[in-house]
């Protein structure tokens, strides 16, 4: 086992090795031809708090915690017209943890990973430009991040024309997802393989942007293929065959995980992350998704800055599914079930408006979006997601630091998801009184769209925590509501070291006579309890 435990080691240190020296190489060989930049950003942070807000203790969790994530981009410029980019990232890494390195002899696994891949070239005597490869996606979007796909490393290929100075088109097909289904089975001693079958996702879309004077416009459309095992992995599937013979594969409980999220989360009807993905299967082999956006930016009257943008999503679904409804139990003790239909649609408006100062930018903020309306059998009325990126806060969001190290003091910021809430909030930021040194203040009132009645059928009162086991969150009905509170500093030490003192705070305004009728984890007692979040949390940022 040590003899083992050397070679793998002596293996992966060859490896490091042999690239860095054939990096080295290229770099000399080819250096009339190619002009090699390196950018990096790295980052240390110590964060204490508690960011969920139900459980009377902490559920197992550490309040302080230590991590660190190093990232380095490396670009290959042949001309102005072909270049390519690859960019690692080393970690997340928790200090102390083995299994990422962390603990010591600093020697885990799966630690280092490819971010972006890609090359970017111009077709020979015209103006389109082509990127092909993983690549980071944010759809054209105003007022508070995209809350349709916002920040995704995405494999695909994006072309872009500039018509005229004002007017340009960009279309794009991406793959999220393929080629992730296992799914193998023995009928009358013959093994059937079904691994791989319609368990693609792929996206298509347009973007018009027009850019005018102190004016921004850019409508866009996305049309998105979902295969019907694109959202199973098919570990521990059943084969399940009709009177005609005709078999069908139940794999629900077996849902893929993106680094990016959850999508059976944020593209079904699935409350509470605890439904089926279709328990009476469906013969469509695709459901049809469709997301269209219209951001708009106005600044011609600066110092006044004003964002609007307005989201719709629709996602098919594949049919009829199994709930249950744990307020009403039968003679048994066990809940009454109900079918449920899998199709969801929503939409989304965002806003904010803000008017530049010698001292800060003071601004206001707001969104509303729609809700479920308690009936399961129509699917769910809140706005689908590929991957969200609310930025209006910065605990319950990604504004403020780029990257929020330790989940013990915060929330997941890659997917706060404003589908199913509304709110409204101030701020000032970038408040700046010495040299160096800036603060951004928010207040949010945080409120929910969703019917008080869908609260019975979550298996659990925690599933509304956004730092739970869906990336959706927080789910809000109509009968509660957050208080947030953040103040984010921000001291610039030397051109290239930065280091960020971040506090937020979560008035925590649930109505307990709603959540109670949720299931514990507990043999079905009520363990809900309401508490407020809170963290405090240091970044070190050095970037090059």
């Given at each position: 086992m040590?003899?083992?435990?050397?070679?793998?080691?002596?293996?992966?240190?060859?490896?490091?090795?042999?690239?860095?020296?054939?990096?080295?190489?290229?770099?000399?060989?080819g250096?009339?031809?190619i002009?090699?930049?390196?950018?990096?950003?790295?980052?240390?942070?110590?964060?204490?708090?508690?960011?969920?807000l139900?459980?009377?203790?902490?559920?197992?969790?550490?309040?302080?915690?230590?991590?660190?994530?190093?990232?380095?981009?490396?670009?290959?410029?042949?001309?102005?017209?072909?270049?390519?980019?690859?960019?690692?990232?080393?970690?997340?890494?928790?200090?102390?943890?083995?299994?990422?390195?962390?603990?010591?002899?600093?020697?885990?696994?799966?630690?280092?990973?490819?971010?972006?891949?890609?090359?970017?070239?111009?077709?020979?005597?015209?103006?389109?430009?082509?990127?092909?490869?993983?690549?980071?996606?944010?759809?054209?979007?105003?007022?508070?991040?995209?809350n349709?796909?916002?920040?995704?490393?995405?494999?695909?290929?994006?072309?872009?024309?500039?018509?005229?100075?004002?007017?340009?088109?960009t279309?794009?097909?991406?793959?999220?997802?393929?080629?992730?289904?296992?799914?193998?089975?023995?009928?009358?001693?013959?093994?059937?393989?079904?691994?791989?079958?319609?368990?693609?996702?792929?996206?298509?879309?347009?973007?018009?942007?027009?850019?005018?004077?102190?004016?921004?416009?850019?409508?866009?459309?996305?049309?998105?293929?979902?295969?019907?095992n694109?959202?199973?992995?098919?570990?521990?599937?059943?084969?399940?065959?009709?009177?005609?013979?005709?078999?069908?594969?139940?794999?629900?409980?077996?849902?893929?995980?993106?680094?990016?999220?959850?999508?059976?989360?944020?593209?079904?009807?699935?409350?509470?992350?605890?439904?089926?993905?279709?328990?009476?299967?469906?013969?469509?082999?695709?459901?049809?998704?469709?997301?269209?956006?219209?951001?708009?930016?106005?600044?011609?009257?600066?110092?006044?800055?004003?964002?609007?943008?307005?989201?719709?999503?629709?996602?098919?679904?594949?049919?009829?599914?199994?709930v249950?409804?744990?307020?009403?139990?039968?003679?048994?003790?066990?809940?009454?079930?109900k079918?449920?239909?899998?199709?969801?649609?929503?939409?989304?408006?965002?806003?904010?408006?803000?008017?530049?100062?010698?001292?800060?930018?003071?601004?206001?903020?707001?969104?509303?979006?729609?809700g479920?309306?308690?009936?399961?059998?129509?699917?769910?009325?809140?706005?689908?997601?590929?991957?969200?990126?609310?930025?209006?806060?910065?605990?319950?969001?990604?504004?403020?630091?780029?990257?929020?190290?330790?989940?013990?003091?915060?929330?997941?910021?890659?997917?706060?998801?404003?589908?199913?809430?509304?709110?409204?909030?101030?701020?000032?930021?970038?408040?700046?009184?010495?040299?160096?040194?800036?603060?951004?203040?928010?207040?949010?009132?945080?409120?929910?769209?969703?019917?008080?009645?869908?609260?019975?059928?979550?298996?659990?009162?925690?599933?509304?925590?956004?730092?739970?086991?869906?990336?959706?969150?927080?789910?809000?009905?109509?009968?509660?509501?957050?208080?947030?509170?953040?103040?984010?500093?921000?001291?610039?030490?030397?051109?290239?070291?930065?280091?960020?003192?971040?506090?937020g705070?979560?008035?925590?305004?649930?109505?307990?006579?709603?959540?109670?009728?949720?299931?514990?984890?507990?043999?079905?007692?009520?363990?809900?309890?309401?508490?407020?979040?809170?963290?405090?949390?240091?970044?070190?940022?050095?970037?090059?």
């Amino acid at each position: 086992m040590k003899e083992h435990t050397l070679f793998s080691r002596m293996k992966k240190g060859c490896m490091v090795l042999m690239l860095a020296a054939g990096m080295l190489l290229g770099a000399t060989s080819g250096a009339e031809a190619i002009d090699f930049k390196a950018k990096g950003q790295w980052q240390i942070a110590f964060g204490v708090g508690n960011a969920q807000l139900n459980g009377a203790r902490n559920q197992g969790r550490d309040l302080f915690g230590a991590m660190q994530r190093f990232r380095i981009q490396l670009d290959a410029i042949a001309s102005e017209n072909l270049s390519g980019r690859v960019w690692f990232e080393i970690g997340t890494q928790d200090w102390g943890n083995g299994n990422n390195g962390g603990a010591l002899g600093a020697d885990g696994n799966n630690v280092i990973k490819v971010k972006n891949a890609f090359i970017d070239w111009l077709v020979p005597e015209t103006d389109l430009k082509i990127r092909m490869g993983i690549q980071n996606v944010y759809l054209p979007n105003a007022a508070g991040g995209s809350n349709v796909f916002g920040n995704g490393d995405v494999a695909g290929i994006t072309a872009s024309y500039q018509f005229t100075d004002e007017v340009g088109l960009t279309a794009f097909w991406y793959r999220p997802a393929n080629d992730n289904f296992a799914n193998s089975y023995s009928r009358n001693g013959v093994e059937r393989n079904n691994s791989n079958y319609l368990d693609n996702i792929d996206l298509f879309g347009v973007a018009v942007p027009v850019t005018l004077d102190g004016f921004e416009i850019t409508p866009w459309v996305l049309y998105g293929m979902l295969g019907r095992n694109a959202l199973k992995t098919g570990d521990g599937r059943k084969a399940v065959w009709d009177e005609n013979g005709n078999v069908r594969f139940e794999n629900q409980r077996n849902r893929l995980t993106t680094a990016d999220g959850h999508l059976w989360s944020s593209l079904l009807a699935n409350p509470g992350n605890r439904w089926q993905l279709g328990d009476f299967g469906s013969d469509r082999a695709y459901s049809s998704m469709f997301f269209a956006g219209l951001p708009i930016k106005v600044t011609a009257w600066d110092p006044l800055n004003i964002e609007f943008d307005v989201n719709y999503g629709y996602v098919e679904g594949f049919g009829k599914t199994t709930v249950n409804n744990y307020k009403f139990r039968d003679a048994n003790g066990n809940p009454l079930t109900k079918r449920a239909e899998t199709k969801r649609e929503g939409w989304l408006i965002k806003a904010l408006v803000e008017y530049k100062m010698d001292w800060g930018v003071p601004g206001i903020f707001g969104w509303y979006a729609s809700g479920d309306d308690g009936d399961v059998k129509n699917g769910s009325e809140r706005m689908p997601s590929l991957k969200s990126n609310g930025r209006f806060t910065s605990f319950m969001g990604a504004a403020g630091t780029d990257w929020y190290g330790t989940s013990k003091g915060s929330f997941n910021e890659k997917h706060t998801n404003y589908a199913g809430t509304w709110g409204i909030g101030l701020q000032v930021r970038d408040m700046s009184f010495l040299e160096d040194l800036k603060h951004t203040f928010r207040v949010a009132l945080w409120g929910g769209t969703n019917d008080p009645s869908m609260v019975k059928y979550f298996e659990s009162a925690k599933d509304w925590n956004i730092e739970g086991d869906g990336y959706e969150g927080p789910y809000l009905t109509t009968n509660d509501n957050l208080i947030e509170f953040n103040l984010d500093n921000t001291y610039k030490i030397y051109e290239n070291l930065a280091v960020n003192l971040d506090f937020g705070y979560i008035v925590n305004c649930m109505d307990q006579g709603t959540w109670k009728h949720s299931r514990s984890w507990a043999g079905g007692r009520d363990n809900f309890s309401q508490r407020d979040a809170w963290k405090v949390q240091m970044t070190f940022n050095y970037t090059f």
